[in-house]
């Protein structure tokens, strides 16, 4: 693997091992991302006995130049974006590791993880309560957006 | 009191030429010497402390705490920042309280337990730990954040265990220090650790000069931030700070001479204290007097709702919105058609109603007059104290000519000596229309306002001389009259400003809400 940065050599990795062992329910679209290391998509499925059991999501994962240094952009994409309190319509999400929390230690893998637990522990199916608003006035990238974690029971 | 009369007693008085001054001109120049850095004006005691002493001031801190308390230098650093650098408070809670607790609160792991007996605080990774020992060859680990085998004396970490090799930990504290901004508050690179980075390691992990630099730059003011016997000179691009042995409302001069009280970070503002300064900046700053104005001036149109302001004496008010153009009355907001042209008043409308809302409008006019008057006032001063530093320059000119003729050095210096007497008065009288401004009338007040205008007459005098011409012919009559002239303003400075701090004293002043 010579010739890559640290952070491709990285992604190398992880992506090696996602498309090896992938986690339950998850899979990485691995064409797409040979192609372009930096944009991953992830088909993921709703756990069985969930709110979302047979449901099919996309995560789209977009890397900069200095992950894992910095979070990656982590969003829902596609026709299906689940309906939850935490997850606004044009895909954004609100999981404190994402940002604030975010931890070189952490990976796609965790991520995933967490995300999947985020949707598996929801109650109610429902949209955030300011999802209009947000969705008209925020910015493209969810990362310039200040979350206010309030609520980490769902 | 009045004080031409006054002038003349004291022109009589001075008539042989005290060398008064010139003792006092001895006693400054020693302050000025950069050696003397403790300024014991007042008993007074405060240090100006460049960047370097701040730095070892800082070590100094921990050293003292250290011989007591007899654990590593950085970890009572990171105490001693918990606690703002209180020292007493840290040693309280450090022999009183619930010491895990105080380490937890604090973000360290304790380090009087045993390192064998310490396990991960949290785990890091959400892959298994097993995993990765089992595909590890001897003496080496993977490091969780590059996913490289790495030989284990590359890896390291806090005591709470978390082990990275040091080129990851290096980039992950250059990200904190050099985007984010952080110094004191990094914590440990593993997910949900929050074990803060010491000093020290970072200085071991972190080689780039220009990140180490950033770092001590960092911590160094949070040093002085929260510490509350130290404070940043607050002129521009001065890096000193100004560290008191206790917390008073007190001028303190930087090396850089710039004078602020210590308390608050403002220019020296007796004699009005801190809060009602704070509480007048803020009300200058913000829009408050803007909608005063509103409320006293205009009305909104009844039907459109924009703001109109009344330019004649006619109450027929007819919209200028073009969309609008809508007639009524200013006086009762009606509209206009009742009133007709053969009668003219608005008494159909409910007495009480009407009265009130007048008086709610002369309410706010009144108020915002009586803003207004004091605020000429205050920034009236303040321009004239702008353009008295001016006249620093041109005294100087002034005094090297006369030395050209017959006077010495020190024969000419009264006039520096003005300047800084007349500086000092219109910095006290600024502050006395901010302090006016929210006191209430009573016997006291009367007196402060009558101190008050004498020493704006006497300032207005001596400010006028000081732009006269000075010619060599009337020079030794012009220096007498000088010389009364800014004694009297000191005099009458002092007198008020003793008034004023007497009242604090005996709790005479009352304040508006």
Not at chain 2, 152 to 157: A, D, I, K
Not at chain 2, 181 to 190: L, S, V, Y
Not at chain 2, 235 to 243: Q, T
Not at chain 2, 426 to 446: E, G, P
Request: hydrophobic share 30%; proline share 4%; charged share 25%.
């Amino acid at each position: 693997m010579a010739g890559l940065s640290p952070s491709e050599r990285r992604l190398q990795k992880e992506l090696m091992s996602l498309m090896k062992e992938p986690p339950p329910g998850m899979e990485v679209d691995s064409d797409k991302a040979e192609q372009n290391l930096n944009l991953w998509t992830i088909h993921m499925k709703g756990a069985e006995g969930t709110l979302y059991d047979g449901e099919e999501f996309q995560l789209q994962f977009k890397f900069g130049p200095k992950y894992p240094f910095d979070s990656p952009e982590v969003t829902f994409i596609g026709n299906n974006i689940p309906v939850h309190p935490h997850v606004y319509s044009n895909g954004h999400i609100c999981l404190s590791i994402l940002t604030d929390d975010w931890s070189p230690a952490l990976s796609v893998q965790s991520v995933c993880l967490s995300i999947v637990s985020m949707l598996s522990s929801c109650k109610e199916k429902k949209r955030p309560p300011d999802n209009t608003f947000y969705v008209k006035t925020c910015n493209k990238n969810p990362k310039k957006t200040k979350w206010w974690y309030h609520d980490d029971s769902v | 009191m009045d004080s031409d009369e006054d002038m003349e007693t004291f022109e009589v008085d001075s008539g042989n030429e005290s060398s008064s001054d010139d003792i006092g001109f001895n006693i400054e120049d020693q302050n000025q010497n950069p050696k003397d850095r403790q300024n014991d004006i007042e008993e007074f005691v405060f240090n100006v402390l460049s960047t370097e002493e701040i730095v070892q001031h800082m070590i100094d801190c921990i050293k003292e705490v250290n011989i007591i308390v007899e654990i590593p230098a950085t970890t009572t650093r990171i105490l001693l920042n918990h606690f703002k650098w209180d020292k007493e408070k840290l040693m309280e809670r450090y022999y009183d309280g619930d010491q895990e607790q105080l380490f937890a609160e604090a973000r360290v792991i304790n380090p009087l337990a045993s390192r064998s007996s310490q396990q991960p605080s949290t785990s890091s990774s959400m892959s298994s730990k097993a995993k990765v020992s089992r595909r590890c060859p001897p003496n080496s680990e993977e490091c969780e954040i590059c996913f490289t085998l790495i030989p284990s004396n590359l890896m390291t970490g806090l005591e709470c265990n978390h082990r990275f090799c040091t080129q990851c930990w290096c980039e992950y504290l250059t990200t904190k220090i050099m985007a984010e901004g952080m110094g004191q508050t990094i914590a440990c690179a593993a997910h949900g650790c929050n074990i803060l980075v010491d000093d020290a390691t970072v200085m071991r992990l972190v080689r780039d000069p220009k990140v180490r630099l950033k770092y001590q730059h960092l911590i160094t003011n949070s040093f002085v931030e929260c510490n509350r016997l130290l404070r940043w000179c607050p002129s521009p691009d001065c890096n000193n700070a100004v560290k008191v042995q206790h917390v008073e409302a007190h001028p303190v001069t930087c090396k850089c001479g710039h004078r602020f009280c210590f308390a608050c970070g403002e220019n020296w503002h007796d004699p009005v204290r801190c809060s009602l300064l704070k509480r007048w900046i803020k009300k200058c700053d913000d829009d408050s007097e803007t909608s005063n104005w509103i409320a006293a001036n205009t009305k909104e149109c009844p039907k459109c709702n924009v703001t109109i302001e009344k330019d004649g004496g006619c109450n027929h008010m007819v919209c200028k919105n073009q969309s609008c153009k809508t007639e009524f009355c200013w006086v009762c907001l009606g509209s206009w058609e009742p009133h007709g042209s053969s009668w003219y008043s608005c008494n159909r409308f409910n007495e009480e109603e009407a009265k009130e809302a007048r008086g709610a409008q002369e309410r706010s006019r009144a108020a915002l007059q009586r803003y207004l008057f004091y605020c000429n006032r205050y920034m009236n001063h303040m321009q004239s104290l702008k353009f008295e530093n001016k006249l620093y320059a041109s005294v100087k000119e002034k005094m090297e000519e006369m030395q050209h003729h017959c006077m010495s050095w020190i024969e000419v210096q009264f006039l520096k000596k003005a300047v800084d007497i007349l500086c000092q008065c219109r910095q006290t009288l600024m502050y006395t229309y901010v302090f006016a401004y929210y006191l209430r009338k009573n016997n006291q007040s009367t007196i402060f306002e009558d101190n008050q205008r004498d020493l704006e007459a006497a300032t207005e005098k001596l400010s006028e001389y000081l732009e006269r011409d000075i010619t060599n012919e009337n020079l030794a009559n012009i220096k007498q009259q000088v010389q009364d002239k800014y004694r009297y303003c000191d005099l009458r400075r002092k007198k008020l400003l003793e008034h004023v701090h007497e009242g604090y004293e005996k709790e005479s002043w009352e304040y508006m809400d």
